[in-house]
C-alpha cells in the first residue's frame, strides 16, 4: 500500500503542513521543532494528559525565582520527596525518596512543603478544560486522566491530536504548568506514550507498530509489575515484554493466576477497558507494593495506619467520605483478596484504620503479601460525614482532634505529628 502524503502538526503555532516527500525539522510558519507526525496521527483518540512535576510546577509558577532552581516539594528532612521538578531529577531525585537522601543527592535544592489546597485547585482548572474537549475523562489522581475523544472531530474541527495540542498551549498560557500526552488506540499504551517525552511531551504509539514498540522493554513497563513480581517473572525466564508475549497463556496463568491473561494481552498492546468518567466518584484509596513480602501483622498494621492517613488526606481535600472501607491485599503469589465492611459515612481515618485492621486481623494467618491498601467507596459529600448520634458519641471528639492535627501539619509540615504506633515496626520509606 502506497502511503499518502506526511503530515507536520506544529504544537506551538498549530499549523498543519503536508508535504508528499520527506520529513520537516521545523515548522515553516513559526520555526519550532515541535511537530506531531506519524501514519496514524489522525485515527487516534485515547490520551493520557499527565502535568509535568505537578507541585513542583505550581511552586515555581507562583514564585518566578524558582525558574532555574533544584525544587522539592515534601515533608520536612525526616519526611519523603512528594514531588521533585526536572532540574532536581537530574541529581536523582525522585518522588517517595526520603527526604535526607533526596537533600544528600541534590544539598542546594529548594524544599517546600505542600499546599494541598492550592494544588486540588489547580488541577480542578485543569479537569475543567479536559471536560470541554469530551465528557469521557477518567481522573486517575490530582494530576492525570485518562481521555476518549472518540467522535470530537465534529464539535471542534479538528482530529483529537490537533484538539490536544490545542489543549496543552491553552493549559500552559492560562494556567501557567505544563503537560505532557500520550495518544494511542487505548489506555495502556497511552499511559505508556505520555512518559516518552517529559516534559512538555506529545508521543504517540500506533496499532501497527504496538507489538515492535513493546518487544524490548522490560515486564516492569506493564502496570502493576513491581519489584517483587518483575523478579518472580525473571526467575521463570519472562525479562522482556516479547517474552511475555511469545509465552502460552496456560503458563502464565498457571505462574500469576488471574494476573496471568491480563499480561498476555497486554504483552500484545490489547487494551479493551474503556475509558470510565465515573471512576474516581466510585471510589478513593491508597495502596503501597512491599519490597519484600510481608506476614507479620505487628509490621502490617502501622503500615494500615499510614495508608488510612492518606486515605483520609484524600477524602478531605476533595470533600468526600465513604460509607464502605474496603481492604486490599495481594499475596505472594499474585492472588488477590479484598475485604469490605460498611458503617456510618466517614473521612476521619481513625474510623477507616479500626475498620481496616478488624479485616486485615482476620487475613492474618501466615499468608505473606506483597500489596496492602485500603480504600472508600459509596462515596458521599463531607457534609454527610461523622455527624455522631447518642450511639457514637465519640465521633465529634475524634473529628475535632483530627482536625487539630491537620492544622498543625498544614503550618509544620506532615512529621509535625506522628501517630506512635507508625515508629514500631515501622517499614522504611
Known sequence: MTEGPHRFLCRDCLTDHVREHGAL?????????????HPERDSLSIAHVDCDAFYASIEKRDDPSLADKPVIVGG???????T???VARTYGVRSAMPMFKALKACPDAVVIRPNMEKYVRVGREVRRMMLELTPLVEPLSIDEAFLDLSGTERLHHASPAATLAAFARRVETEIGITVSIGLAPNKFLAKIASDLDKPRGFSIIGRREAADFLADKPVSLIHGVGKVAE????????????????????RL?????????RLHRLAHGIDDRMVDPERETKSISAETTFEHDIADPAVLVPILWRLSEKLSARLKHAGLAGRTVTLKLKTADFRLRTRSRTLPATQLAS???????DLLQAECDGTAFRLLGIGATEICAAEEADLGDLADQDVRRARDMERAVDTLRERFGAAAVVKGIVFKNREPD
Open 25 to 37: 525539522d521545523r515548522c515553516p510558519a513559526c520555526g519550532s521543532p515541535r511537530l506531531i507526525s
Open 76 to 82: 520536612g528532612r525526616r519526611g519523603v520527596v512528594s
Open 84 to 86: 521533585a521538578c526536572y
Open 231 to 250: 523478579e518472580r517473572l525473571a526467575k521463570a525466564g519472562f525479562r522482556r515484554i516479547r517474552d511475555l508475549r511469545d509465552a502460552w497463556p496456560e
Open 253 to 261: 496463568t498457571a505462574l500469576l493466576g488471574r494476573e496471568g491473561p
Open 351 to 357: 474510623r477507616l484504620f479500626e475498620a481496616g485492621r
